[in-house]
């Protein structure tokens, strides 16, 4: 079993910055694949970031790409998101999803086993 909690969310000004923290707990094959959703009111949850928790390697959604970037701190067992330049269409409420293997493809909803409970982001204009 994984537990993922969620936190950093926030209000800020287009243009602004939000460091999210996801930390997790539980097996660790569980979570060898790490991501970030997110999900408008009356959109679908879509992946913007994801990462390989044993290489470290990382992939965007071409919405985000160069404006957010996804880490990690292993002796946290923390993921984290930092979203700079910030845009109104960020504004979503931001999940943490793990898989044990990767999910293709990855900006689905599918083959996620574990969420958490989500971190509001709002970005005015």
């Known amino acids: 079993q994984v537990q993922l909690v969620e936190s950093g969310g926030g209000s800020v000004q287009a243009g602004g910055s939000l460091r999210l923290s996801c930390a997790a707990s539980?097996?660790?094959?569980?979570?060898?694949?790490m991501a970030w959703f997110r999900q408008a009111p009356g959109k679908e949850r879509e992946g913007v970031a994801v990462?390989?928790?044993?290489?470290?390697?990382?992939d965007y959604a071409d919405s985000v790409k160069g404006r957010f970037t996804c880490s990690q701190d292993n002796a946290k067992n923390t993921v984290y998101l930092q979203m700079n330049s910030l845009k109104p269409e960020d504004t979503a409420m931001y999940y943490c999803?793990?898989?044990?293997?990767?999910?293709?493809?990855?900006?689905?909803?599918?083959?996620?086993?574990?969420w958490g409970q989500g971190t509001q982001v709002t970005v005015s204009s």
């Open positions: 999803a793990a898989a044990p293997s990767f999910p293709r493809p990855w900006y689905r909803i599918y083959g996620w086993n574990y």
């Open positions: 539980g097996y660790t094959y569980s979570r060898n694949f």
């Open positions: 990462i390989n928790t044993n290489s470290g390697i990382s």
